[in-house]
């Protein structure tokens, strides 16, 4: 058992040493905690749009009556799967941002809404924030 953590312990690289994002360090941030979702193949909850939430009343069973409850267990587990995803890289999110971006983005339920709005706040073309800082110079 002690083996198996130590392995993935290795695996998984250490976020204590990530730095808090706070505007100025949203590409390296974003890298980095992309690469630990990725490793933990969470990261298609920023990715890929949410799952359709299943149906919660039952639809009257029709000759194909085996095939949709089938359907609709896959739909409700792959819900259930996402739900909880989207809580673990959502707490991520947030407890590696400054406090001041933590307050803003607590009650957005949604880490992918979080990722969306810090991606097009943030993550502009480093090209473009260059040529605004040399013509701050001049």
């Given at each position: 058992?002690?083996?198996?953590?130590?392995?993935?312990?290795?695996?998984?690289?250490?976020?204590?040493?990530?730095?808090?994002?706070?505007?100025s360090?949203?590409?390296?941030?974003?890298?980095?905690?992309?690469?630990?979702?990725?490793?933990?193949?969470?990261?298609?909850?920023?990715?890929?749009?949410?799952?359709?939430?299943?149906?919660?009343?039952?639809?009257?069973?029709?000759?194909?009556?085996?095939?949709?409850?089938?359907?609709?267990?896959?739909?409700?587990s792959?819900?259930?799967?996402?739900?909880?995803?989207?809580?673990?890289?959502?707490?991520?999110?947030?407890?590696?941002?400054?406090?001041?971006?933590?307050?803003?983005?607590?009650?957005?339920?949604?880490?992918?809404?979080?990722?969306?709005?810090?991606?097009?706040?943030?993550?502009?073309?480093?090209?473009?924030?260059?040529?605004?800082?040399?013509?701050?110079?001049?």
């Amino acid at each position: 058992m002690a083996s198996s953590s130590v392995l993935l312990s290795k695996l998984i690289p250490d976020l204590s040493k990530l730095d808090a994002l706070d505007g100025s360090n949203y590409r390296r941030w974003s890298q980095r905690i992309l690469i630990f979702f990725e490793q933990l193949d969470l990261d298609y909850v920023l990715l890929n749009e949410p799952p359709v939430a299943p149906p919660t009343v039952a639809v009257p069973a029709d000759n194909q009556g085996q095939v949709d409850a089938a359907a609709d267990a896959l739909a409700a587990s792959t819900f259930a799967k996402y739900e909880k995803d989207n809580k673990t890289v959502r707490g991520h999110l947030l407890s590696h941002m400054s406090n001041k971006l933590f307050d803003m983005y607590l009650k957005e339920r949604s880490a992918k809404v979080i990722w969306d709005s810090l991606d097009t706040k943030y993550g502009t073309d480093d090209a473009r924030i260059k040529k605004y800082v040399v013509g701050e110079w001049l």
